[in-house]
């Protein structure tokens, strides 16, 4: 008998992002976070201007399952936009922090917001090596 795989906890945590969000700060413009059929990846769909440039794209955000091998531990993500990137992210929250890595978990780059107690915004910065990075605020609408 196989055994039954369910959704982490870790990934269900992000439930509190399903919802659409205005995005203001260093980027601007609206994503929307809805959960696949069966509730094992979360789509985010992203409108956004970031620098004067338009970033449209598609992140897919789960646990790797690949054939044959056990579930992963983190739960990690694949950014696809309209100009060709793919980028990378792990996701953790951690009470009401939520931390967004580039790339590999633990990574200079990242993003780090706090849910509000009524979970209608997460408010942050991400952080980049050097010294670059920006504030940027999610609002329920």
Do not use: C
Request: charge should be negative; charged fraction near 20%.
């Amino acid at each position: 008998m196989s055994e039954i795989i369910q959704p982490s906890a870790e990934l269900k945590a992000l439930d509190r992002l399903v919802g659409t969000w205005a995005v203001t700060g260093g980027a601007e413009g609206t994503v929307r976070y809805e959960w696949m059929p069966g509730r094992f990846f979360l789509l985010q769909h992203v409108e956004l201007t970031q620098f004067g440039q338009p970033v449209i794209g598609l992140e897919v955000i789960g646990n790797l399952h690949p054939f044959g091998e056990p579930v992963g531990a983190d739960v990690v993500s694949r950014f696809y936009d309209s100009a060709g990137n793919t980028l990378d992210y792990v996701y953790e929250v951690t009470g009401d922090k939520l931390t967004i890595w580039g790339g590999a978990k633990g990574s200079p780059a990242y993003y780090e917001g706090t849910f509000s107690a009524d979970d209608t915004a997460v408010t942050g910065e991400w952080v980049y090596p050097g010294g670059g990075g920006y504030a940027s605020t999610m609002t329920r609408i």
